[in-house]
């Protein structure tokens, strides 16, 4: 089965940035998707920034495409999010997930695979 990785969490002051990465095991099928996604406290989880593996698609939520950059190393089969400008409204668990298909969407139903996540705090 695939497995799924997250790191690069912490807590960090207003206007900070923080890096998260994914690693992905286990091979799937292609092509696929994989994608960030955050759960705020109280709130359900969303869809942040999906990236096509095989075609590099980017999509971003309207909240986060100014500030974060989703790209992908295929070597190592990791997908990196890159946050800047971080607001206390991006406190979240961040979550790693992973879905086979052209298609990329932002809906976690889409998706078969999730990591553990990895906790953003922005104070």
């Known amino acids: 089965d695939v497995q799924l990785v997250e790191s690069g969490g912490g807590s960090v002051k207003a206007g900070g940035s923080l890096t998260l990465s994914c690693v992905a095991s286990?091979?799937?099928?292609?092509?696929?998707?994989m994608g960030w996604f955050g759960k705020a406290p109280g709130k359900e989880r969303e869809g942040v920034a999906p990236i096509s593996t095989d075609y590099g698609s980017t999509y971003y939520a309207d909240s986060v495409r100014t500030r974060f950059t989703i790209s992908q190393d295929n070597a190592r089969n990791t997908v990196y999010l890159q946050m800047n400008n971080l607001t206390p409204e991006d406190t979240a668990m961040y979550y790693c997930?992973?879905?086979?298909?052209?298609?990329?969407?932002?809906?976690?139903?889409?998706?078969?695979?999730w990591g553990q996540g990895t906790q953003v705090t922005v104070s």
């Open positions: 286990g091979g799937g099928m292609k092509p696929q998707c």
């Open positions: 997930a992973l879905k086979n298909g052209v298609t990329c969407p932002q809906d976690e139903e889409a998706y078969s695979f």
